[in-house]
């Protein structure tokens, strides 16, 4: 089946590590499901206005914690599996790794409730994985849940499908501790219109700037320049950087710490 169809005949859907927006496909689909009975589950760093009338529980984390959301969604939806995995689950630090991702276990637990009753439950995997520090563990610990859960595994990227399929390498290592990200923070969504950057009032605020201006969007060597529009449903300090592409600037992981400066006239 493609993965159009393995989503539109799920009954409980998990999306991680996407916001959905250069998937409309997938977005679209995920939306009927609810409308024909299926129980979505969002989780982002980042809330989808879009969205917030078809999922069932939105879980958010902090930017940099895939790792450790990986690492309790392995605890939570996997019961079977061979001793070596069930030793780093019974090892694991859950309370801390909790605590670092802002995401709490008992959401994990509830995942795990509400999809007891599904025939067919898939997850969702996004390409804010790639260039992720941890991704060769985040690869192991994805591909031990498509191998002991009851969950398919829909994964947006080919590269990264393939290496979940063919691992076989189950060495896990430790869960790294959560690097902070401060301060203004840009996301990087492809899309057309690549000439604004979309941010909260508290962004705008923390930044110094209003919607309309045209600021430099900077980070190490590099910058940008957008034009602020500010976007009342989200909050917090990330900001939406439009790109062409994923290359297009700031290349690497999706989430940059950056530093915004007004265009003076």
Request: aromatic share 8%.
């Amino acid at each position: 089946m493609s993965k159009i169809e393995i989503i539109s005949k799920s009954d409980f859907i998990i999306s991680f590590a996407t916001i959905l927006e250069e998937n409309i496909d997938i977005k679209n689909t995920i939306i009927e499901a609810v409308k024909n009975g299926s129980d979505f589950v969002y989780m982002h760093p980042i809330d989808n206005a879009d969205l917030k009338s078809s999922y069932s529980q939105f879980i958010k984390y902090e930017v940099g914690s895939e790792e450790g959301i990986c690492a309790l969604l392995l605890d939570a939806l996997v019961k079977n599996c061979d001793e070596n995995t069930r030793n780093f689950i019974d090892n694991l630090d859950l309370g801390y790794i909790s605590a670092e991702s802002s995401a709490g276990e008992e959401e994990f637990e509830e995942v795990y409730e509400n999809s007891l009753e599904a025939k067919s439950k898939t997850i969702i995997i996004g390409n804010d994985l790639l260039e992720h520090e941890r991704i060769e563990n985040i690869i192991k610990l994805l591909a031990l849940i498509k191998k002991y859960s009851d969950f398919n595994l829909v994964v947006l990227n080919e590269e990264l499908e393939n290496k979940i399929n063919s691992c076989e390498d189950f060495d896990l290592e430790e869960i790294e501790d959560l690097k902070s990200f401060n301060g203004t923070l840009v996301y990087k969504l492809i899309k057309e219109d690549s000439d604004e950057l979309i941010a909260s009032q508290t962004f705008v605020n923390v930044a110094k700037v209003k919607s309309g201006d045209e600021v430099y969007v900077n980070f190490k060597e590099n910058k940008v320049k957008k034009s602020i529009k500010v976007d009342d449903s989200l909050h917090g300090t990330i900001a939406i950087l439009g790109v062409k592409n994923c290359d297009d600037i700031f290349s690497g992981y999706r989430y940059k710490q950056v530093k915004i400066e007004k265009v003076e006239a």
